[in-house]
């Protein structure tokens, strides 16, 4: 943790004299906040998961560390542009206020979930939660459409994506739901004439709950978190079983998915559009792409340097979906693949702690948890740099945005929860096993 506040106290140093060419003044306060916010959560740990993987937490605390730095730089250089608006939002100041937010939630998401095996006990509970968090952006009155997607609910000045929760919400469902089934999901039971086939009846509600969830999502016209929740549950379903045939009728599912929005829904069409071919679209909505690639070729190996770049001037929404260009201008080659390193690393650590859960439903959660972070990841660096066609979704603890980073900061407590459990089961198992052989040893040498 020490060594991530030091990386990104030294980024932000950078930045400002790249940008002013002079000493940061805030930079005390600075450096106050984030050491406060980074000892809330070691001191959290301590108390409430001490036996938790010790690699999640300072990778978090970089990356959001780093995407407060470039929001920040972002900041500075579209308030000195002439089209600035004089009542121009800062948004650096509300990325640290819902950084303290989320640090909150991590805090209290420990103090109240002591068991993993407890959320379980209110699966449909959860599913119920996980509807209506669904379905407030489609409310009148409340609900918001931003550009062309309606995940937005407002209450007077205050704004939020539900479907941030929502996808934790659901994750824990299908998880509990396939833990619960596995058996009647992996092995043949119901005959068809002389053969044993898998019984259908078990996916019925699963896959009715799952069909509502992607109904809902594009209804409200996002089509990110529709191949997210499609990702999750192909991913634990295939993860629960094991067969790889769940997995090509998956793969395939998402073929005919694919080539229907794409061809009939107008966002879907112009996203596919944009990723074929963006260059007759570079006036309009092919424009940020095309800028975002100019951006990534500028940056080189090592980058125009922080505070250097021009992309947070020309790309537009560089606070949010196009984040990673800006970095990949700055930082260069080398400094967007520490990112990308970063999420490989959370990714790795989140499936090892599946691997050493103590029960089957928190391995499933944890699998569930990891791929909402690491395809969350993949999904919107693939947009940027032309793998797949953009998705509009956040780079997790990077983007700008308070609902986003309060959820990941959730995920990443029920993550912190599972691997205390399952490293505390590990120690116990191996304590026994110690004793064992230590009385076995002591029965030979005394020959009783």
């Given at each position: 943790m020490v060594a991530a506040a030091a990386i990104i106290v030294a980024a932000y140093v950078l930045m400002i004299v790249g940008n002013t060419s002079k000493f940061p003044s805030n930079l005390t306060p600075l450096?106050?906040?984030?050491?406060?916010?980074?000892?809330?959560?070691?001191?959290?740990?301590?108390v409430f998961v001490p036996d938790a993987n010790a690699v999640v937490m300072p990778i978090v605390f970089l990356l959001n560390g780093l995407g407060y730095v470039?929001?920040?730089?972002?900041?500075?250089?579209?308030?000195?542009?002439?089209t600035c608006h004089p009542h121009y939002p800062y948004y650096a100041p509300l990325q640290a206020a819902w950084t303290a937010g989320g640090v909150a939630a991590?805090?209290?998401?420990?103090?109240?979930?002591?068991?993993?095996r407890d959320l379980d006990r209110y699966r449909y509970?959860?599913?119920?939660?996980?509807?209506?968090?669904?379905?407030?952006?489609?409310?009148?009155?409340?609900?918001?459409?931003?550009?062309?997607?309606?995940?937005?609910?407002?209450i007077g000045s205050f704004e939020f994506q539900p479907v941030e929760i929502g996808k934790i919400v659901l994750c824990i469902f299908f998880a509990s739901y396939f833990a619960e089934k596995r058996e009647l999901l992996?092995?043949?039971?119901?005959?068809?004439?002389?053969?044993?086939?898998?019984?259908?009846?078990?996916?019925?509600?699963?896959?009715?709950?799952?069909?509502?969830?992607?109904?809902?999502?594009?209804?409200?016209?996002?089509?990110?978190?529709?191949?997210?929740?499609?990702?999750?549950?192909?991913?634990?379903l295939w993860v629960t079983t094991g067969r790889t045939g769940y997995l090509v009728f998956g793969l395939l599912l998402f073929g005919v998915g694919a080539y229907v929005t794409g061809k009939y829904f107008a966002q879907t069409h112009i996203r596919v559009e944009d990723w074929l071919n963006p260059w007759p679209l570079a006036n309009?909505?092919?424009?940020?792409?095309?800028?975002?690639?100019?951006?990534?070729?500028?940056?080189?190996?090592?980058?125009?340097?922080?505070?250097?770049?021009?992309?947070?001037?020309l790309v537009s929404n560089s606070n949010t979906d196009f984040i990673f260009a800006v970095i990949g201008e700055e930082m260069g080659l080398l400094g967007s693949t520490m990112v990308v390193v970063a999420f490989l690393l959370l990714a790795g650590t989140g499936l090892h702690i599946a691997q050493t859960a103590r029960s089957e439903f928190?391995?499933?959660?944890?699998?569930?948890?990891?791929?909402?972070?690491?395809?969350q990841a993949f999904f919107i660096i693939g947009g940027?740099?032309?793998?797949?066609?953009?998705?509009?979704?956040?780079?997790?603890?990077?983007?700008?945005?308070?609902?986003?980073?309060?959820?990941?900061?959730?995920?990443?407590?029920?993550?912190?929860?599972?691997?205390?459990?399952?490293?505390?089961?590990v120690d116990a198992a191996e304590q026994a096993k110690y004793e064992a052989d230590l009385e076995r040893r002591r029965r030979l040498l005394t020959g009783n």
């Amino acid at each position: 943790m020490v060594a991530a506040a030091a990386i990104i106290v030294a980024a932000y140093v950078l930045m400002i004299v790249g940008n002013t060419s002079k000493f940061p003044s805030n930079l005390t306060p600075l450096l106050l906040c984030i050491l406060g916010l980074g000892a809330a959560t070691h001191l959290a740990n301590r108390v409430f998961v001490p036996d938790a993987n010790a690699v999640v937490m300072p990778i978090v605390f970089l990356l959001n560390g780093l995407g407060y730095v470039m929001i920040a730089r972002i900041d500075q250089a579209l308030c000195h542009v002439p089209t600035c608006h004089p009542h121009y939002p800062y948004y650096a100041p509300l990325q640290a206020a819902w950084t303290a937010g989320g640090v909150a939630a991590y805090v209290v998401t420990l103090a109240v979930v002591r068991r993993s095996r407890d959320l379980d006990r209110y699966r449909y509970l959860l599913l119920a939660v996980g509807v209506i968090l669904l379905l407030l952006p489609l409310v009148p009155g409340i609900g918001r459409n931003i550009q062309g997607a309606r995940l937005w609910i407002q209450i007077g000045s205050f704004e939020f994506q539900p479907v941030e929760i929502g996808k934790i919400v659901l994750c824990i469902f299908f998880a509990s739901y396939f833990a619960e089934k596995r058996e009647l999901l992996t092995i043949p039971t119901a005959r068809f004439g002389n053969r044993l086939v898998l019984d259908p009846r078990p996916m019925v509600p699963i896959v009715l709950a799952w069909g509502f969830a992607i109904l809902v999502m594009s209804l409200e016209h996002d089509i990110g978190f529709s191949a997210l929740l499609f990702t999750l549950f192909i991913g634990l379903l295939w993860v629960t079983t094991g067969r790889t045939g769940y997995l090509v009728f998956g793969l395939l599912l998402f073929g005919v998915g694919a080539y229907v929005t794409g061809k009939y829904f107008a966002q879907t069409h112009i996203r596919v559009e944009d990723w074929l071919n963006p260059w007759p679209l570079a006036n309009g909505t092919g424009g940020q792409l095309v800028q975002s690639w100019y951006a990534l070729g500028n940056g080189g190996i090592g980058g125009t340097g922080l505070g250097l770049g021009q992309a947070a001037y020309l790309v537009s929404n560089s606070n949010t979906d196009f984040i990673f260009a800006v970095i990949g201008e700055e930082m260069g080659l080398l400094g967007s693949t520490m990112v990308v390193v970063a999420f490989l690393l959370l990714a790795g650590t989140g499936l090892h702690i599946a691997q050493t859960a103590r029960s089957e439903f928190a391995k499933l959660v944890a699998t569930g948890l990891t791929i909402i972070i690491g395809f969350q990841a993949f999904f919107i660096i693939g947009g940027i740099v032309r793998i797949l066609p953009l998705t509009g979704i956040t780079l997790p603890f990077i983007s700008y945005g308070g609902s986003a980073l309060i959820a990941n900061y959730i995920l990443v407590a029920l993550l912190m929860r599972i691997s205390d459990e399952g490293t505390a089961a590990v120690d116990a198992a191996e304590q026994a096993k110690y004793e064992a052989d230590l009385e076995r040893r002591r029965r030979l040498l005394t020959g009783n």
